[in-house]
């Protein structure tokens, strides 16, 4: 859920929220539907297509993987990342995001030592 100056709505709908902002303030929504438009395009094309059909029609550029990895240092197999970010199993997208580092079990709130 999301609020906007006190309306609640859930977050799928804030493109259509600055539609109607933006109709409010009199503004012309043509470059905001445009650019709904291509949002959804970009994901069906990144995770809705090779997930049901198994083909990839964006792939990551090597150079961008190369320098991503540079910067974060997190080392990931060149085959997960050229797929466009879409994989065949849902479960291993948050392999992405880890860093190898290992933070430990840490403790609970309100416990002593």
Known sequence: MMNFFGFQFKAM??????????????????????????????????????????????????????????ITGISQPRTHFASGGAQANPMNRDRVFQTGHNWGRGRVLGTAD
């Open 13 to 70: 709908y804030l493109p259509w929220v600055y539609v109607g902002l933006r109709l409010l303030m009199g503004g012309g929504i043509l470059l905001i539907l445009f650019g709904i438009g291509v949002g959804h395009l970009f994901y069906f094309l990144v995770d809705v297509i090779p997930n049901t059909h198994g083909v990839n029609f964006i792939k990551t550029p090597t150079f961008c993987i190369d320098f991503i990895q540079l």
